[in-house]
């Protein structure tokens, strides 16, 4: 979680890259993808549809958009529920089978 900026020198040029990240699924940012996050996926689904506001930040958004259409849905909120559910039962979950998304991680 969270920013980084890498800065390299070559000769007299100095070269900066920031990058951004989240995990995946985690949409109140604290590490892990639990119900908690499914149910802010809804809530900002939901608020959304009715006020035309998530009430997310920008990260906080694109890790609640689990299914890579770049738009929350209750599809998205599901998707957080079951692999929070398929984590703790069986151990392990995949973001590729449950969403059926290519560029979901693992």
Known sequence: ?????ITATCGDKQYTCSISG?????????GVVDADDANLALLAFLNEFMTGDSGLTA????????NGNAT???????NILLY???DMVYGSASWKEITSNPNAPF
């Not at 989240?22 to 604290?30: I, M, Q, R, S, T």
């Not at 990260?59 to 689990?66: D, F, G, R, T």
């Not at 929350?72 to 599901?78: I, L």
Request: net charge negative; aromatic share 10%.
């Open 72 to 78: 929350v849905s209750a599809d998205d909120a599901n």
């Open 1 to 5: 979680l969270g920013d980084a900026v």
């Open 22 to 30: 989240g995990l995946f699924g985690d949409v109140d940012e604290n």
């Open 59 to 66: 990260s906080q958004y694109k890790a609640a958009c689990v």
């Open 84 to 86: 929070f559910l398929t």
